[in-house]
């Protein structure tokens, strides 16, 4: 399961909440237990890109980085049996696919940082919501290929 339909209206509203910068977080989940906690977490891109362009050049609207602190909370919890089910983030004014970027980003060494995730993708075009995707790593193709979760943006 990518998100619960509760954690995908949180996903959604942080999205266009954070429009039009890119929102960014995860949902972990507890091995053997129903248990999931919903974590929205802080786009640090644009401190990232005015400390050093060159090394940095995309802002928050093109890019996320999860702030640092949010990633220590994240080892935290899993130090206490929590996996990382779902790392989700927002697309600006173009689609829910899974980018080159993405793909680069998820991976650690030719490998993916958390080969069960799934990874969902939001579409947010003009300030609305314009439907999501998710994505999983899919060993023997090695890549991220679509996992069959589609959202259809409600009618306005």
């Not at 949180?10 to 890119?22: F, I, K």
């Not at 005015?50 to 640092?68: L, S």
């Not at 970027?101 to 069960?116: C, F, I, M, Q």
């Amino acid at each position: 399961m990518a998100l619960t339909p509760e954690e995908l209206a949180r996903v959604e509203a942080q999205a266009v909440e954070e429009y039009p910068a890119e929102g960014c977080g995860v949902v972990r989940a507890r091995a053997g237990t129903a248990e999931r906690l919903f974590r929205p977490c802080r786009n640090s891109q644009d401190e990232l890109n005015r400390k050093d362009p060159e090394r940095h050049p995309r802002n928050a609207r093109t890019a996320y980085y999860i702030d640092p602190r949010d990633l220590l909370t994240i080892g935290r919890r899993e130090a206490e049996g929590y996996r990382v089910a779902t790392i989700y983030h927002s697309h600006i004014d173009t689609g829910a696919y899974f980018s080159e970027t993405d793909k680069r980003n998820a991976l650690v060494s030719g490998e993916p940082a958390y080969p069960d995730a799934i990874y969902v993708v939001v579409s947010v075009m003009g300030g609305r919501l314009d439907g999501a995707n998710a994505f999983g790593w899919d060993a023997a193709k090695r890549d991220f290929v679509p996992v069959g979760f589609t959202v259809t943006s409600p009618a306005p």
